[in-house]
Every structure is written in C-alpha cells, then in structure tokens.
C-alpha cells in the first residue's frame, strides 16, 4: 500500500485529529452493491480477483436512507439516485427524486461541491449519463424533481406535476441544465447534449449561456484531448443523453424470463459471453474522461474535488443487461486507477469509492440446489447465463418485475476509501456520513 503524506491535521467533531487533504476525487457507482461488484469481479478479473479499490486500506457500508415527501418523518427503505445523491453530496436525506433540496420543504441544501468553491477550490463533474441526470445534478443542482433537467422538462404533464415552482418566473432556479451552465464548477464531462440544446424562459440556449459564462463547449474525444492544455472552464457534452456503455452480450445476448417445456420442464438460456460495443464509437471512456479532469485540476491553486460517476451499472441492471453492468463496472475500476495513479504524485488526494443504492441482479445456482425435485425448480423473473474467463458458467438472475424495468434494492452499499482523512471510513456509517468526512479532509468544517 502506497505511504501518504497525510498534510496538516484539523479536528473531528469527535475531537481527535483528522488528517487534511489538499484534493477530493469520489466515485459513484450508480446501482453498485455486494452482488453487482461480485458479478464483475467473478466475470473480469475471476474468483480470486479484486478491484483496486477492494485493496484501499479503509472500507466501511453505508446505510442508504430515504424519507417519505408528505412526512419526512417516515423513512423509505429504498432510494433513488436523487435521494442518494443529495444524501452524498449535501448530507441530508430526502425524499426520492429531490436534487438537492428538503423533503416536504423543497429548500435548497448546500452541496459539498459549492463548499468547496466557497473555499476557493477547483470542482468537476464526470459521468457516463447525463450531466443533468440525478447523481451529477444532485452536486450542483437544487430542483423539486430529478425530471426536469432542461427548460421543456420543466412543464406538467399529465401524469407529472414536473416543477412549475422552479421555473425562474415562478423564482425558482430554472432546470437542472441551466443551473448547471451557471454553476462555475470547472469542469463537466458527460451526455445530456439535448437538455443544453433548449432554449431558456427568455428564448436563449443554455449552450448560449454556458458559452456566455465562460465555457469552452467540446463535443468529443478529440477535442476533449485538444483541450488538455487549454484553461478556462470546460463543458464536454459527447452524446444526446446517457453515452453508449461499453461492452453488450455477445449475439445481443441479455437476461430473460426463463420458458418452460409443456410438460413443466426449463429451458435452459443459452450462455454467452460479453464483447465491445460498436455504438460506443469514439466517445471518450470514463477513464479517458476522468484524466481529462484530473489534468485540467491538477494546476489548482488550493485543491479541488471532482466527482465521477459510473452511471449505466444502474441502468444495465435495470434493463436485466449483465455485460452492460460488467463493462462500466470494468470502466469504473479504469477510472479510480488513474486517480490511484494521481495519487503517487499527489499524496495530499483523498480518494473515495461508493454508491448511491443497491440493485437487483444477485448469482444464483444453475441448475438448482434443489433441481432433484420431482417439482420444477427455477429462478423467478429474468436470467443469464455467462462464460467466464475461467471457463466456467455463471448465472445472473434478476427478479424485482415481471413486466417492466428491474428495481432498485434497500441494500446497504459499499464505501473504499484511500488517502488523508480516509480512516474516518470504518465499521457501519449512514451514506449521508460521506459529506461530513469530505468536508473534515478538506478542513471546511
């Protein structure tokens, strides 16, 4: 394990003494608990394999917390990326769907993206979704509903109320989008072109005011390279909404409902493996994305925190998608290498590795344990059979839904943590603890 030079120490609210970071780098991956890192483990790097971040020196689980919108009195016992991502960034738990604002209330919390700006450091944004989408927008952002990420999202429908309120007519902040374009975080890399191709309450793109406050806007990974040696706040918007993932199943391989025989009997799935996706094309990787950051950070004058998001885990796993999971697990581990290696240079980063909530995909036995049965015996919901690097099989079963997308899960999730106040990450915390060590490490406590 890498020795660091830990810097300065400021006191903890417990009164002993916390090692001070100079730099913050969290990642975020979306969806990702116990069973998803496993399935990607076994599948990538096999039985005995772990992720870099499964070597850090200090680990812990977060309890992810979530409350009623009508009575925040009352806890729910599954989140969103929303509540888990205001819990992260701010330390208050809400209601699911609100970006950083109060269940019930709807008042704005501070974010530790702003606090770190206040107190003249350098903040960035990387991520595989939109950055308007729940978990980025949950830094920087203060809306009613993770919906409205650009000025036409911000109007109901039928079927949602959206968040008239936050209109800037009504003296809201305007869509997640434009707050986004008037944020001043330095740096933002990530989808969501469409929700900046709108035009404001005023008739203005958000890509006009963007430009207008100061950002290069840069559309993909050449530019992005063009631009490594170039200051000045950066907005990199590489495709339309969530970019492409990385890998599919091979044969468009995925999980299924299982079919049964007439007389009762399975159908065995065939089993597939996992294979590049060609729609990535040559968008930058989320690791490509995060070095881009970290270089363009690296000159700040007091430090800088950036946050990075793996954010298609979730989204693979709710579509039953195994190898989608496994590839931007694969590119999560990319990305927290590079900032390992920043690390080496840079003793003074603290590096935090965690999640917003749990997911639904869990191994499960195939055939059956208990297949000797003269009953028919069998996973419920969705399943997939995957060949492993070690040459054996392996299924993923998902079933929170019969008809639509699979659910999130109440599962408490990881936390890996390396680097000058990252001993503060031990035993059983809350996920919204996440916001307090960074600002003890940082010293803006």
Do not use: W
């Given at each position: 394990m890498l020795a660091l030079g830990l810097g300065a120490g400021v006191p903890s609210a417990a009164g002993q003494t916390t090692p001070r970071a100079r730099n913050v780098v969290l990642f975020i991956g979306d969806g990702v608990d116990d069973h998803q890192l496993t399935i990607a483990r076994n599948y990538l790097l096999g039985a005995d394999g772990e992720f870099v971040f499964e070597a850090f020196e200090h680990r812990a689980a977060a309890k992810v917390q979530t409350v009623l919108e009508r009575d925040p009195r009352v806890p729910v016992y599954v989140g969103d990326s929303a509540s888990g991502g205001t819990a992260i960034a701010a330390g208050v738990v809400t209601s699911r769907g609100r970006v950083a604002t109060r269940a019930g209330t709807g008042e704005p919390v501070s974010t530790i993206l702003e606090q770190a700006a206040a107190a003249g450091k350098r903040t960035g944004i990387v991520t595989t979704s939109s950055i308007s989408d729940a978990t980025p927008a949950s830094f920087a952002a203060h809306v009613r509903r993770r919906w409205c990420q650009g000025p036409r999202e911000m109007w109901p429908t039928p079927t949602d109320p959206r968040c008239p309120e936050d209109l800037k007519a009504n003296g809201g902040l305007g869509s997640i989008a434009e707050q986004l374009a008037g944020s001043g975080i330095d740096v933002l890399l990530g989808g969501g072109y469409r929700y900046f191709d709108q035009p404001d309450e005023d008739g203005v793109s958000v890509l006009r005011r963007a430009s207008d406050a100061g950002y290069r806007v840069v559309r993909d990974a050449a530019e992005l390279v063009e631009t490594s040696e170039v200051s000045g706040k950066l907005l990199g918007l590489f495709g339309d909404d969530t970019l492409p993932v990385e890998w599919v199943g091979e044969a468009g391989g995925r999980a299924r409902p299982l079919q049964l025989t007439e007389w009762g009997q399975v159908i065995a799935p065939q089993p597939f493996g996992c294979v590049a996706n060609p729609s990535f094309g040559t968008r930058p990787t989320l690791q490509a994305m995060t070095r881009a950051a970290l270089t363009r950070l690296e000159s700040a004058p007091d430090g800088f925190v950036l946050m990075v998001e793996s954010a298609s885990i979730d989204k693979q796993a709710h579509a039953g998608n195994p190898c989608g999971q496994i590839g931007e697990t694969r590119a999560l581990d990319e990305a927290v290498r590079t900032a390992v290696a920043f690390q080496e240079t840079h003793p003074d980063t603290l590096i935090l590795v965690s999640s917003d909530h749990g997911h639904s995909a869990q191994i499960v036995p195939w055939p059956s344990l208990f297949a000797s049965r003269q009953d028919a015996q069998y996973p419920p919901g969705k399943v997939a059979r995957l060949l492993t690097l070690?040459?054996?099989?392996?299924?993923?079963?998902y079933g929170t839904n019969t008809t639509y997308?699979?659910?999130?899960?109440?599962?408490?999730?990881?936390?890996?943590?390396?680097?000058?106040?990252?001993?503060?990450?031990?035993?059983?915390?809350?996920?919204?603890?996440?916001?307090?060590?960074?600002r003890r490490a940082l010293a803006l406590e």
């Open positions: 070690e040459g054996g099989e392996m299924a993923v079963s997308l699979e659910e999130h899960t109440g599962t408490q999730v990881p936390v890996y943590a390396q680097g000058p106040g990252a001993a503060a990450v031990r035993g059983l915390i809350r996920q919204s603890d996440l916001f307090g060590i960074v």
